[in-house]
């Protein structure tokens, strides 16, 4: 998206509004990045600031069901008239004032890009899938034990164990001394 930007050229502290659409390339997107920006003449160079949003079309990260969510990010670079020094290895060559125009495409690209949510989520409770079988539980049950029961019950299986454990040497001793003593304790 090159802006022409020839009306606010040489007037330090003029500015912009553009309010613009721009083709999304990404592959999760849904529709165009909708941009209303302001672009402000600093004197130096061009400060864009501004809100981006765009629909974008992702896979639950729980149940992989498909869903539909709006990316929306706000900007803030400043593009400069001339370069900065060559050696500097954190210059952007993007943001860089061609003749009167300021291309904005990468900038707007690689803003929505970093804000698409790594772990999306259809909604906030979503139940996911069976970690065993795979159902969807959204939409229905499995005969799969619950595993937020198996992680309740962990520490009484564990108690269980060690009780088991401690208790089993005396069963064996009370066996070797009297098999009636043995019998009378189990009932
Ligand atoms: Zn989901
Ligand atoms: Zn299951």
Same mark, same amino acid.
């Given at each position: 998206?090159?802006l %022409?930007i020839?009306s606010i050229?040489?007037? +330090?502290?003029a500015c912009l509004e553009v309010?613009?659409?721009? !083709?999304?390339? *990404? @592959? ?10 302001k672009v402000t %003449? ?19 990260? @729980? ?15 400043? *593009? ?34 970093? %804000?698409? !949510?790594?772990?999306?989520?259809? @909604?906030?409770? $979503? !139940?996911?899938?069976? /970690? ?11 005969? $799969? !034990?619950? /595993? ?20 089993? /040497?005396? @069963?064996? +001793? ?6 009636? +003593?043995? *019998? +009378?304790?189990?009932?």
């Open positions: 998206m090159r %022409n020839s050229m040489g007037r +330090k502290g309010s613009k659409e721009l !083709p999304a390339s *990404f @592959r999760e997107a849904a529709g165009p990045i909708v941009c209303n920006l %003449n600093t004197g130096d160079g061009y400060l864009v600031t501004g809100v981006l949003s765009v629909e974008a079309e992702l896979l639950c990260s @729980r149940c992989l069901k498909p869903m539909q969510t709006t990316i929306e990010t706000s900007i803030a670079e400043e *593009f400069s008239i001339h370069p900065l020094e060559e050696e500097d290895p954190l210059w952007d060559d993007d943001l860089l004032v061609e003749g009167h125009e300021i291309d904005l495409t990468s900038l707007i690209e690689e803003s929505v890009l970093v %804000n698409i !949510p790594m772990k999306p989520v259809c @909604r906030e409770d $979503c !139940p996911g899938l069976c /970690p065993g079988c795979g159902t969807l539980l959204s939409e229905g049950t499995c005969e $799969c !034990p619950d /595993p937020n029961i198996d992680i309740r019950l962990a520490p009484l299986s564990k108690l269980l164990q060690q009780v088991s454990e401690t208790t089993t /040497p005396e @069963r064996r +001793k009370d066996h070797g001394s009297s098999k009636e +003593k043995t *019998f +009378k304790s189990k009932s």
